[in-house]
């Protein structure tokens, strides 16, 4: 990273693009006008100086109100809110909370972090800045989920919860095969996997149906978690049908495309929500849905993701994944179950499960293996020695992520 300079870090009063906003306009049109405003800010910037990159945050300026942030970014734009916007206890903004945000965010920048991740530390500074509630003598003094910031519009209903012993060790559900092959679903059930994914590529509509439907009726058999990666409208319109249809996991590019009516159907229909994230600014999308469960991916360098735009997570950035996901933002965000994905063999799984992982993803260490139901049991073992591992360690300093990529 040395001599690669960080990006321009730019701080707005976003009341000087209501200054001619009538009073009438209600909440969501003034909103609208500060996040275009900060668009075209930030588009300008770009142009003047097309030498530089640069990092737009508004914030409200003197107006003391809920603590919320709009940040325009090349890699990523919109509201980031505190998980506990619009509840009694939210932090609201007091304009001296500006040096914290700037100078988290301008450390952030020279560690490395690319302009949206820099800016979600800092407002997550801000935020744990502002947190008024009681704090015990012992309490985890690190990043904390309630802390850390939402990316989009809260959604204030959770959904369906995965089993809550997933989040102890001894669960059976630590081993996650995700397979582009049907016929492969079946085979890791057979072996004796709990929880898996169908991750269908390219495939024909009447083939989709098909093969969802077998994976369906024979995780129904083994009493097995079956997600669907990506296909979230054909599982949701099979789902009724096949109980066997747990869930649906979703990728960043699948979140972008779907409405928030959309996300409420699938909510209704009681599937499960997984949601992969591999920077903080795709974390903090994600858990702005309050999904199921969360994934880091990819963990480790994967030919099955292999056009990935960031270079891995690591095994450290994993830790920090796991610090947010098992942590309580308040009484209806409850910590939800970690899925480590990219990478893994046998030391890499333990480790992971050690580290964080409430469930490891499988892909080669399983199809390609010589005997892969022996290699199933073996990583079956690994995860269970690593979550034991990780449950009997005395709590340790809380992490603070690492920049994988100078932004």
Same mark, same amino acid.
């Given at each position: 990273m040395t001599g690669v300079q960080p990006f321009s870090i730019h701080s707005l009063d976003w009341q000087q693009a209501l200054l001619d906003v009538p009073a009438s306009a209600s909440? !969501?049109?003034?909103?609208?006008?500060?996040?275009?405003?900060?668009?075209? *800010?930030?588009?300008? @910037? *770009?142009?003047?100086?097309?030498?530089?990159?640069?990092?737009?945050?508004?914030?409200?300026?003197?107006?003391?109100?809920?603590?919320?942030?709009? !940040?325009?970014?090349?890699?990523?734009?919109g509201w980031l809110h505190s998980p506990l916007f619009n509840q009694e206890d939210a932090p609201r903004w007091r304009h001296e909370g500006i040096d914290t945000l700037l100078h988290t965010s301008w450390e952030a920048a020279h560690q490395g972090f690319?302009?949206?991740?820099?800016?979600?530390?800092?407002?997550?500074?801000?935020?744990?800045?502002?947190?008024?509630?009681?704090?015990?003598?012992?309490?985890?003094?690190?990043?904390?989920?309630?802390?850390?910031?939402?990316?989009?519009?809260?959604?204030?209903r959770n959904f369906a919860a995965m089993p809550v012993e997933i989040l102890q060790p001894g669960h059976a559900w630590g081993v996650y095969p995700v397979?582009?092959?049907?016929?492969? /679903?079946?085979?890791?059930?057979?072996?004796? $996997?709990?929880?898996?994914?169908?991750?269908?590529?390219? /495939?024909?509509?009447?083939?989709?149906?098909?093969?969802?439907?077998? *994976? &369906?009726? $024979?995780?129904?058999?083994?009493?097995?978690?079956?997600?669907i990666n990506d296909h979230w409208q054909a599982a949701l319109r099979l789902a009724?049908? !096949?109980?066997?249809?747990?869930?649906?996991?979703?990728?960043?590019?699948?979140?972008?495309t779907l409405r928030e009516q959309e996300f409420d159907a699938l909510l209704d229909s009681g599937l499960r929500l997984g949601v992969s994230s591999q920077t903080l600014w795709e974390l903090a999308r994600a858990l702005r849905l309050r999904p199921s469960c969360i994934a880091c991916s990819p963990v480790h360098a994967t030919a099955s993701k292999d056009d990935v735009a960031w270079?891995? &997570?690591?095994?450290?950035?994993?830790?920090?994944?796991?610090?947010?996901?098992?942590?309580?933002?308040?009484?209806?965000?409850?910590? @939800?179950?970690?899925? &480590?994905?990219?990478?893994?063999? /046998?030391?890499?799984?333990?480790?992971?499960? $050690?580290?964080? &992982?409430?469930? /490891?993803? !499988?892909?080669?260490?399983?199809?390609?293996?010589?005997?892969?139901?022996?290699?199933?049991?073996?990583?079956?073992?690994?995860?269970?020695?690593?979550l034991e591992q990780r449950a009997q360690a005395p709590d340790g300093q809380p992490v603070h992520p690492q920049a994988t990529k100078q932004g």
């Open positions: 909440p !969501m049109q003034r909103d609208i006008v500060v996040a275009g405003w900060a668009q075209r *800010c930030w588009e300008d @910037l *770009c142009t003047a100086l097309p030498q530089q990159r640069h990092a737009v945050i508004a914030h409200p300026g003197q107006v003391q109100e809920h603590a919320r942030f709009y !940040m325009a970014t090349e890699h990523a734009s690319c302009g949206a991740d820099a800016l979600v530390l800092g407002v997550a500074a801000v935020l744990a800045e502002l947190d008024n509630r009681p704090r015990g003598a012992s309490e985890n003094t690190g990043l904390q989920r309630r802390h850390f910031p939402l990316l989009g519009t809260p959604r204030t397979m582009n092959d049907a016929d492969w /679903v079946l085979r890791c059930m057979e072996m004796g $996997a709990k929880l898996v994914q169908l991750r269908l590529k390219d /495939v024909a509509a009447d083939m989709l149906d098909a093969d969802i439907a077998r *994976c &369906a009726a $024979a995780a129904q058999r083994h009493g097995a978690l079956l997600f009724p049908h !096949m109980p066997g249809i747990y869930g649906v996991h979703l990728g960043q590019e699948d979140l972008l270079p891995p &997570a690591g095994e450290h950035n994993l830790r920090f994944w796991a610090q947010i996901a098992h942590g309580t933002a308040s009484d209806t965000q409850q910590p @939800l179950p970690l899925i &480590a994905i990219g990478g893994m063999n /046998v030391p890499r799984a333990r480790d992971a499960a $050690a580290a964080g &992982a409430d469930a /490891v993803a !499988m892909v080669s260490a399983i199809s390609k293996a010589d005997d892969p139901p022996t290699a199933v049991q073996v990583l079956q073992k690994a995860v269970a020695e690593g």
